[in-house]
């Protein structure tokens, strides 16, 4: 992914100027390409394999193919530029390895049961673009699955295997991620595995660290979390919510 450490701000969107279909002449987002996307730095990125080949939405050919399999479905504009499906978000460019939409996987694993011991714990990666805290995942790879998307960046972001394990869906579907963008946007397949117990795991790949925090709720994950010197990663704070939701009964 892009070595930038922080994707650039967009301008602000009103509510009422969000869908595409408002008209809004003037309508001017920010580009938030980083330079390994730029048609000078692409080549480096396609041959690092994270990035696909199109300097613009116009150079990809498989248009058809990607709206029928999209997670969430997506329209295009009159240039045949893909739309993001929440609408406008201020950013054009891309800072993700495709337009459209790009697919994740994000496995939420939980430690220990509430009703056992009274103690519980979620398994998250320190990420090394912004430091922050965050479920260890990542995107699809091309010809993929995303089952086999959960267990392989479990595996290479935290050293835990869980192949062996069934785990259960929570969410489908669009992230709120700050590289998003009008044109290139990320959602994802959120699953929920639960373990017994605690198991050995190390950062490593994309991860500066893993580590187990308290998941008992969202308000003592984040302190563990703040306590321990960092943030959580936002955009997963409504992934964490379901999986608390799901834990507890509630759905």
């Known amino acids: 992914m892009p ?4 994707t650039p701000a967009g301008i602000q969107v009103p509510e009422d100027l969000r869908p595409w279909s408002a008209p809004w002449p ?3 987002p920010v580009d938030i390409t980083p330079a390994e996307l730029t048609r000078k730095g692409l080549p480096a990125s396609v041959a690092e394999g994270w990035a696909e080949p199109a300097v613009t939405p116009e150079d990809v050919r498989d248009w058809p193919a990607r709206a029928a399999m999209a997670l969430v479905p997506f329209t295009f504009d009159a240039w045949r530029w893909p739309l993001n ?7 054009t460019g891309r800072n993700l390895g495709k337009w459209g939409e790009n ?3 994000d496995p939420i694993v939980v430690a220990g049961d509430l009703d056992r011991d009274g103690e519980r714990y979620v398994l998250l990666i320190q990420r090394s673009d912004t ?5 260890p995942g990542g995107m699809v790879d091309p010809g993929e699955t995303a089952p086999a998307a959960l267990v ?3 595996r290479e972001e935290t050293g835990v295997n869980l192949a062996g394990h069934t785990p259960t869906v929570l969410f489908t579907g669009y992230v709120d991620d700050p590289r998003n963008s009008d044109h290139a946007w990320i959602c994802t397949v959120a ?14 790949d994309d991860a500066l660290a893993a580590a187990w925090f308290p998941f008992t709720d969202l308000d003592t994950l984040t302190s563990a979390v703040t306590d321990a010197g960092g943030q959580l990663y936002a ?5 964490f919510t379901a999986a608390l939701a799901r834990l507890d009964g509630c759905c």
């Open 152 to 154: 392989r960046e479990l």
């Open 26 to 28: 003037y309508y001017a």
């Open 3 to 6: 070595k930038n450490k922080h």
């Open 191 to 204: 699953a929920l595995y639960q373990l017994d117990h605690t198991v050995l795991a190390t950062g490593a």
């Open 103 to 105: 697919c994740a996987a």
């Open 235 to 239: 955009a997963h704070l409504p992934l």
């Open 85 to 91: 499906p929440t609408g406008r978000t201020g950013k």
């Open 131 to 135: 430091r922050q805290w965050a479920i």
